[in-house]
């Protein structure tokens, strides 16, 4: 068969298969993110049928879906919302560096993998999803909830710290010299913060430049923007999702109204692509090895996140059923935990990171939108209930 033709089928067949599975998902009641995971070890390397072709489609595709997952989840919210949930949430970002990253780093030394390995797995379970994250917030009808700023701002939080984080890994595995680190830093810092001065002090001047009262000139310019910003952003060692979502945030008013509107079906298709992509690229052979350490830890370094997540929504004053919903939202590990595994393992650290890092972010991609619904669950309520009377009697015999 033409390549050019197979290429349409075997992506039309995926596309379509997407499609089935969030069908199944909603009769089911859950989100279509574990399903589409499932279907991607399926067909992926190593599956039932592993896909041959269009794997450039879809891996540029996977990008896109992160990018544009963000910049609409960005749009949702002001500069000055921004501004004030990072300060409020500051102590919850410390806090959630610590339970997230120490796990990691302790895990690596025990499975002997050195202290490099360490820094780089501490990494690894210390930052979570945004990317899968906006989608799960999406898929539950969260996002204009009390809790969901919290969660906002404790991704934004690490995604920056990741200017910082990614910079000096990457110093360490290659053995740059001080001077050299201190560079690439700076340069990673200098382009978080241009980013952040226009998005939060000439936001109006990017609505202007991008508005229009044509649609396709609408999409295209806000598309644009947005991918020249990631791009640039990620050349510079930041994010790219971090970029995408900062022009979110500067976009403000009608214009981010028809914005949103524009977008959504494309970051819907773009997003699912994503998952699809993260499957496809697993060999569940390579998971066996390393499947019941990697389970160990994502228990833990789940718990720590619904700890963190508790803690921030509770010191804002969030009701009990909302901050079980925001420790909850924070469990899946994504995007940045894979980079960070890929750069590892490229600089000569023990090859079984890369299995055991994969292993531990599936878990997490699958169990965390399965958690997010806990909070909703009658029985949930019902002991969260009884808990909090007991806390309320316990408290009066004290007094």
Same mark, same amino acid.
């Given at each position: 068969?033409?390549?050019?033709?197979?290429?349409?089928?075997?992506?039309?067949?995926?596309?379509?298969?997407?499609?089935?599975?969030?069908?199944?998902?909603?009769?089911?009641?859950?989100?279509?993110?574990?399903?589409?995971?499932?279907?991607?070890?399926?067909?992926?390397?190593?599956?039932?049928?592993p896909?041959?072709?269009?794997?450039?489609?879809?891996?540029?595709g996977?990008?896109?879906?992160?990018?544009?997952?963000?910049?609409?989840?960005?749009?949702?919210?002001?500069?000055?919302?921004?501004?004030?949930?990072?300060r409020?949430?500051?102590?919850?970002?410390?806090?959630?560096? %610590?339970?997230?990253?120490?796990?990691?780093?302790?895990?690596?030394?025990?499975?002997?993998?050195?202290? %490099?390995?360490?820094?780089?797995?501490?990494?690894?379970?210390?930052?979570?999803?945004?990317? %899968?994250i906006?989608?799960m917030?999406?898929?539950?009808?969260?996002?204009?909830?009390?809790?969901?700023?919290?969660?906002?701002?404790?991704?934004?939080?690490?995604?920056?710290?990741?200017? #910082?984080?990614?910079p000096?890994l990457?110093?360490?595995?290659?053995g740059?010299?001080?001077?050299?680190? =201190?560079?690439?830093?700076?340069?990673?810092?200098?382009?978080?913060?241009?980013?952040?001065?226009?998005?939060?002090?000439?936001?109006?001047v990017?609505?202007?430049?991008?508005?229009?009262?044509?649609?396709?000139?609408?999409?295209?310019?806000?598309?644009?923007?947005?991918?020249?910003?990631?791009?640039?952003?990620?050349q510079?060692?930041?994010?790219?999702?971090?970029?995408?979502?900062?022009?979110?945030i500067?976009?403000?008013?009608?214009v981010?109204?028809?914005?949103?509107?524009?977008l959504?079906?494309?970051?819907?298709?773009?997003?699912? =692509?994503?998952?699809?992509? #993260?499957?496809?690229?697993?060999?569940?052979?390579?998971?066996?090895?390393?499947?019941?350490?990697?389970?160990?830890?994502?228990?833990?370094?789940?718990?720590?996140?619904?700890?963190?997540?508790?803690?921030?929504?509770?010191?804002?004053?969030?009701?009990?059923?909302?901050?079980?919903?925001a420790?909850?939202?924070?469990?899946?590990?994504?995007?940045?935990?894979?980079?960070?595994?890929g750069?590892?393992v490229?600089?000569?650290?023990?090859?079984?990171?890369?299995a055991f890092?994969?292993?531990?972010?599936?878990?997490?991609?699958i169990?965390?939108?399965?958690?997010?619904?806990?909070?909703?669950?009658?029985?949930?309520?019902?002991?969260?209930?009884?808990?909090?009377?007991?806390?309320?009697?316990?408290?009066?015999?004290?007094?």
């Amino acid at each position: 068969m033409d390549d050019g033709a197979l290429v349409l089928i075997e992506i039309g067949a995926l596309l379509l298969g997407i499609a089935l599975l969030g069908r199944l998902a909603g009769r089911i009641g859950i989100s279509p993110i574990p399903l589409i995971l499932l279907a991607g070890l399926a067909f992926g390397e190593g599956g039932l049928l592993p896909f041959s072709a269009g794997e450039e489609f879809i891996e540029i595709g996977a990008e896109i879906g992160v990018i544009l997952l963000l910049l609409l989840l960005g749009l949702e919210y002001t500069a000055d919302e921004l501004f004030g949930n990072l300060r409020r949430s500051r102590h919850a970002g410390v806090l959630d560096a %610590v339970l997230g990253a120490a796990p990691g780093a302790l895990a690596a030394l025990i499975l002997g993998w050195g202290p %490099v390995a360490a820094l780089a797995l501490a990494g690894i379970t210390w930052v979570s999803s945004s990317g %899968v994250i906006a989608r799960m917030l999406q898929d539950l009808g969260r996002l204009a909830n009390r809790e969901t700023p919290v969660v906002l701002s404790i991704l934004v939080i690490e995604d920056l710290a990741m200017a #910082f984080y990614l910079p000096i890994l990457t110093a360490v595995l290659i053995g740059l010299d001080p001077g050299a680190a =201190v560079v690439t830093v700076v340069v990673s810092l200098a382009t978080v913060t241009l980013i952040l001065y226009i998005a939060l002090r000439h936001g109006k001047v990017v609505s202007r430049l991008v508005w229009s009262r044509n649609a396709e000139v609408l999409l295209l310019s806000v598309l644009g923007l947005t991918l020249i910003v990631a791009g640039l952003a990620a050349q510079a060692n930041v994010s790219a999702a971090v970029g995408a979502f900062l022009v979110g945030i500067a976009i403000s008013g009608p214009v981010a109204a028809h914005a949103h509107r524009l977008l959504s079906p494309l970051r819907d298709l773009f997003a699912s =692509v994503f998952f699809l992509f #993260f499957g496809l690229s697993t060999d569940p052979a390579d998971l066996v090895a390393v499947l019941i350490p990697a389970a160990l830890l994502a228990v833990v370094t789940m718990a720590t996140k619904v700890l963190t997540g508790y803690r921030a929504a509770r010191a804002v004053g969030i009701a009990e059923a909302g901050r079980w919903r925001a420790g909850f939202a924070l469990t899946p590990r994504g995007e940045f935990s894979i980079v960070i595994a890929g750069l590892a393992v490229g600089a000569g650290v023990d090859r079984s990171l890369a299995a055991f890092a994969t292993a531990y972010v599936l878990i997490t991609m699958i169990a965390g939108p399965l958690l997010a619904r806990l909070p909703d669950a009658g029985w949930f309520a019902a002991w969260t209930g009884r808990v909090q009377t007991n806390r309320r009697a316990s408290g009066a015999r004290a007094s």
